[in-house]
Nanobody
Framework: VPLVESGGGLVQAGGSLRLACAAS??????????VGWFRQAPGKERELVAA????????HYSDSAKGRFTISRDNATNTVYLQMNSLKPEDTAVYYC??????????????????WGQGTQVTVSS
C-alpha cells in the first residue's frame, strides 16, 4: 500500500501544521485496520503520536499529542490528516504515516504496522 506524506516544514513555536497521508492503490480499503502517525527525532525511538481505527473511527493520542493534535480521515480519498497546533520545539522530528492490517500488536507498537510512508520533516523553532 503506497503511502505519501506531505505538509511538513519549518514553523515557529506556537504555530500549526497539517500533515496529510494519502494512500493509493486498490488494496488499501481491503487491508486497513489502523492508520497511525509516528515520529522519530534524532537519537530517539520512533513513537506513535496518533492513530485512527478505520472501522468505527476511534482515535488514540499519545500524552504529548492530546489537546494539541487531531487525527482525521477522508474516506473518499483515503487520506488521513494530522492537524498539529501549539507546536513546540520538542515536536521536531520526521513524521511517518503507517498502516496496519490487523491488531496483533498494541496500537502503539511500530512492529504492527506493515506499510510506511517515506516521512516528512517537521521542524519547530523556538
Amino acid at each position: 500500500v503506497p503511502l505519501v506524506e506531505s505538509g511538513g516544514g519549518l514553523v515557529q513555536a506556537g504555530g500549526s501544521l497539517r500533515l496529510a497521508c494519502a494512500a493509493s492503490g486498490r488494496t488499501f480499503s481491503s487491508v486497513v485496520d489502523t492508520v497511525g502517525w509516528f515520529r522519530q527525532a534524532p537519537g530517539k525511538e520512533r513513537e506513535l503520536v496518533a492513530a485512527i481505527r478505520w472501522s468505527g473511527g476511534s482515535k488514540h493520542y499519545s500524552d504529548s499529542a492530546k489537546g494539541r493534535f487531531t487525527i482525521s480521515r477522508d474516506n473518499a480519498t483515503n487520506t488521513v490528516y494530522l492537524q498539529m497546533n501549539s507546536l513546540k520545539p520538542e515536536d521536531t522530528a520526521v513524521y511517518y504515516c503507517a498502516v496496519r492490517s490487523g491488531s496483533y500488536y498494541l496500537l502503539s507498537h511500530s512492529l504492527g504496522y506493515e506499510y510506511w510512508g517515506q516521512g516528512t520533516q517537521v521542524t519547530v523553532s523556538s
